[in-house]
């Protein structure tokens, strides 16, 4: 899978928009781009994912780059239930049904 | 609330106990997977099920061993484990065993070896 790269950490402003980069510049013509989140003590939550298209969703927004080297996950409210560990993953179809975490980024989400 | 559920949230286990842990969902999807999470670390995957065949053992010590009895349920067997063995184990399930369909997932049980 091409690998990611995403801040270790950020911090947002509750109410605002929270905007969250990552880099997945050996992204294949046919890789999906997903967005999972964790919050602390519970599983990972499914947000959004996209292919070449930004897509959006009751959750978030994806915004992929014309050339598909980086994407930016938008959370337009940040609220502090937001504040979690967010995950930008590369899929690829023949890696089959992989899912493959990498780091992510801790947001936390500041009155 | 997730529509994936496991069972039990918390276990504590000997080394030399047997135990399982169950996860159910009944989104009629067709895909099932268990991933072992460190602390403060991302979920690593362990192993696929597509249309309850084994279809992915991410290299796994025998002392786990999958089983998935029917399309929605789908068992973690734990024998002879190693403290290093505690962590956070989670379930989640697709629609179909393919890339464009999402991962949902449970909430864990959260696994300590003494």
């Known amino acids: 899978d091409a690998k990611t790269t995403q801040p270790t950490s950020m911090d947002c402003a509750e109410g605002r928009a929270a905007n969250l980069p990552c880099n997945h510049s050996?992204?294949?013509?046919?890789?999906?781009v997903y967005w999972y989140r964790q919050i602390h003590s519970q599983g990972p939550q499914y947000i959004i994912h996209g292919l070449k298209n930004n897509e959006t969703n009751e959750m978030a927004s994806l915004i992929i780059t014309e050339d598909r080297k980086s994407s930016t996950l938008i959370l337009p409210h940040a609220t502090l239930r937001d504040t979690a560990v967010y995950y930008c993953i590369v899929r690829a179809p023949r890696t089959g049904n992989k899912l493959t975490f990498g780091g992510g980024t801790r947001v936390l989400v500041k009155p | 609330d997730t529509e994936v559920t496991q069972t039990p949230k918390h276990l504590v286990m000997g080394m030399t106990n047997k135990k399982s842990l169950k996860c159910e969902q009944h989104?009629?999807?067709?895909?099932m997977y268990w991933y072992k999470q460190k602390a403060k670390k991302p979920p690593e995957l362990m192993f696929v099920y597509s249309y309850e065949k084994l279809s992915i053992n991410e290299s796994v010590p025998s002392r786990f061993s999958p089983e998935c009895p029917n399309s929605s349920l789908l068992n973690l067997h734990l024998h002879a484990l190693q403290p290093e063995d505690s962590a956070l184990y989670l379930c989640?399930?697709?629609?179909?065993?393919?890339?464009?369909?999402?991962?949902?997932f449970g909430n864990g049980t959260r696994l300590t070896v003494t």
């Open positions: 989640a399930s697709s629609q179909y065993d393919n890339y464009n369909s999402p991962l949902h």
């Open positions: 989104m009629g999807h067709r895909a």
């Open positions: 050996t992204i294949s013509g046919n890789e999906y």
